[in-house]
């Protein structure tokens, strides 16, 4: 069965403390693998779109990577405005629609 | 430019209500989506359409829903005859492309609360 899992749930980290968030899928012809950020009460917000292993992008203080079983989300030197919840989807033959994981939620404190 | 926009933002309804929620994705995007998404969850896919066509409905619980886009813009989803379990966030995302291997953008969602 496709799966999307994301590990961990939940992390806390002080302010400068990097730490990598990870997605892992199970599914067959992958097309996308996408991030989300998700602040309480509003919509996902668009980070990156990773299409291929060995692929990375940056942003600021995120660097996202893929492999053919995974993709990593790296947050280096975060900040309290980096506390949000995560999410990662994937797009594939296999399921013909975007599948998102549950999310991990990331607190950052001063 | 202006992002996806849902109303409204909170419906509080009476079980056996009908209820109609509105999204108006990014100007010029051909694709719309509509999700729901349970609280500690991520988005779940409902539906789908490419301009007015309506591509992949495979994810509607059940027959009580229903949606549509006639004119290749604005989408209605609506829910008949509410149960409980209805009680949700629902949210719209809109691609400019055709295709779900194209980013997707979010709405604020609508905040279902069937009483």
């Known amino acids: 069965e496709d799966q999307v899992t994301q590990s961990p749930e939940a992390l806390r980290l002080q302010e400068g403390e990097s730490s990598s968030l990870n997605c892992s899928y199970t599914?067959?012809?992958?097309?996308?693998l996408f991030w989300y950020r998700q602040d309480p009460g509003k919509g996902p917000e668009f980070l990156f779109t990773?299409?291929?292993a060995g692929e990375e992008k940056e942003k600021e203080r995120l660097k996202a990577t893929l492999t053919k079983k995974e993709s990593f989300l790296h947050i280096t030197a975060p900040k309290p405005e980096d506390s949000a919840t995560y999410l990662c989807a994937v797009y594939s033959d296999s399921w013909g629609k975007l599948q998102f994981g549950a999310g991990t939620q990331v607190v950052v404190t001063p | 430019g202006a992002g996806v926009s849902q109303s409204p933002r909170y419906k509080v309804t009476k079980r056996g209500q009908d209820v109609a929620l509105r999204c108006d994705p990014i100007s010029g995007h051909v694709s719309l989506y509509w999700y729901r998404q349970a609280l500690g969850q991520g988005p779940e896919f409902l539906t789908y359409?490419?301009?007015?066509?309506?591509?992949?409905k495979s994810g509607l619980p059940n027959d009580r829903f229903s949606a549509e886009r006639p004119e290749g813009s604005i989408s209605t989803l609506t829910i008949q005859r509410t149960e409980q379990r209805d009680s949700a966030m629902y949210r719209c995302?809109?691609?400019?492309?055709?295709?779900?291997?194209?980013?997707?953008?979010f709405g604020p969602g609508t905040r279902l609360l069937v009483l």
């Open positions: 359409f490419n301009y007015e066509a309506q591509q992949d």
């Open positions: 990773l299409y291929s």
């Open positions: 995302a809109s691609s400019s492309g055709s295709g779900q291997q194209e980013t997707q953008y």
């Open positions: 599914v067959s012809g992958l097309r996308g």
